[in-house]
């Protein structure tokens, strides 16, 4: 496995690696979540490449960039393992010199749930995918279900701007008690782990009532926040059942449908999803 920091060298061990290239970008402190995306992506190319970076500008001024977990000896132990071609691990100054000023901004499907919590921060995530993308040059990049407007707006993104790779979504990996696997998990203590499986509860109560026929989005998002509100240590950011496609906000649940929320437990924010 080689290990660069430096753009020019991963250009460099690019040129050689052997087509099909799959790209996992990740912001690092890997979990089972990250590492099924590395599976998924060995499974189907001949090289593998992974990226950590945890990127300065998909996080707004109070957010909790400076105290995101960090461990990159863990993680290359874990990338190792996983028998991957390169990791590629840039400084923020080396993604973003002093210079930089271009961005990429995509249209309406920013315009809601993540992108109106956290403004910029879907900016930021296009930008660093595509520096990444053009850097590496991948035939197909994964990403995790758990991010589901992210990966809306990076599959936008490639077909509006003609991108030359395919993008893989592959599902959301669960604790067992359901809690979707994530980095920021690490800033619960015991308590609020507890607390924080309301999500993957008001998830899966959506679910169940869709199943035995349900179509009313409004009763369906009333179910899910009457829930939610039981558990004291748990705030809600938002509830949304928009269309899986433009995140158009449903009344009727007739087309796919994605189910999605933003929770604080205590101080920290948690997001989760499941399609119908
Ligand atoms: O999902 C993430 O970890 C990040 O948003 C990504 C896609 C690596 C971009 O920084």
Redesign the pocket.
């Known amino acids: 496995m080689k290990v660069t920091e430096k753009i020019d060298d991963m250009k460099r061990l690019r040129q050689p690696l052997t087509e099909p290239v799959g790209l996992v970008?990740?912001?690092g402190y890997l979990h089972e979540g990250h590492l099924a995306l590395v599976r998924r992506a060995r499974e189907e190319n001949i090289s593998v490449v992974v990226s950590i970076?945890v990127?300065p500008t998909?996080f707004g001024p109070r957010e909790d960039f400076n105290r995101y977990p960090r461990d990159p000896q863990r993680d290359l132990t874990l990338l190792e393992k996983e028998r991957t071609d390169i990791v590629f691990m840039p400084s923020p100054a080396e993604m973003y010199p002093a210079q930089f000023n271009s961005w990429v901004e995509i249209g309406k499907v920013t315009e809601r749930l993540e992108g109106a919590s956290r403004p910029g921060h879907l900016r930021g995530?296009a930008t660093?995918?595509a520096k990444l993308f053009n850097i590496i040059q991948p035939t197909k990049a994964y990403?995790g279900q758990k991010?589901a407007q992210?990966l809306v707006v990076i599959k936008k993104m490639v077909a509006d701007l003609n991108m030359n790779l395919e993008i893989v979504t592959v599902p959301t990996v669960r604790e067992p008690d359901g809690l979707a696997m994530s980095s920021r998990n690490t800033y619960l203590n015991p308590e609020q782990r507890r607390a924080a499986i309301v999500l993957y509860q008001a998830l899966s109560l959506a679910q169940k009532l869709w199943s035995q026929g349900e179509r009313d989005a409004a009763k369906l998002r009333q179910q899910m926040t009457d829930l939610i509100c039981k558990q004291p240590l748990a705030n809600i950011d938002y509830i949304s059942i928009a269309n899986a496609e433009t995140l158009d906000e449903l009344d009727r649940v007739n087309t796919p449908a994605l189910v999605s929320l933003a929770v604080r437990i205590s101080n920290t924010r948690l997001i989760d999803n499941v399609v119908l």
């Open positions: 970008p990740t912001m970076f990127n998909q995530v660093i995918c990403f991010d992210q």
